[in-house]
Nanobody
Framework: QVQLVESGGGLVQPGGSLRLSCATSGNISGPYLLNWFRQTPGQRKLHELVAFMSSRGAVHYADFVKGRFTISLDAAKKTLYLQMNGLKPEDTAGYYC???????????WGQGTQVTVSS
């Protein structure tokens, strides 16, 4: 069983920065994907992919965050990060980390952390 706890959200002005953390517990044997999603009220998609990192180290970003957000992993601390720079009002959302166990086909979700970008 994997448990995820996000933190680091808050209120920030446009152009500002935040670093989200996702502390993980438990273990996955085999390949996995580490993901950050976001969701805003009224969004058509239940969760919008922001970025992911594979267990092989491959990284992917959604076009709307390329050059502004960085996903990283501290393996020793078992913590996933999302560094968000150049924040825009449209980045306002609940941000969720998710770990996908490839072999089991199981997704583990955190409870989310709210990011609000406003002046």
């Amino acid at each position: 069983q994997v448990q995820l706890v996000e933190s680091g959200g808050g209120l920030v002005q446009p152009g500002g920065s935040l670093r989200l953390s996702c502390a993980t517990s438990g273990n996955i044997s085999g390949p996995y994907l580490l993901n950050w999603f976001r969701q805003t009220p009224g969004q058509r998609k239940l969760h919008e992919l922001v970025a992911f990192m594979s267990s092989r180290g491959a990284v992917h970003y959604a076009d709307f965050v390329k050059g502004r957000f960085t996903i990283s992993l501290d393996a020793a601390k078992k913590t996933l990060y999302l560094q968000m720079n150049g924040l825009k009002p449209e980045d306002t959302a609940g941000y969720y980390c998710m770990v996908h166990d490839v072999w089991r086909g199981v997704d583990y979700w955190g409870q989310g952390t709210q990011v609000t970008v406003s002046s």
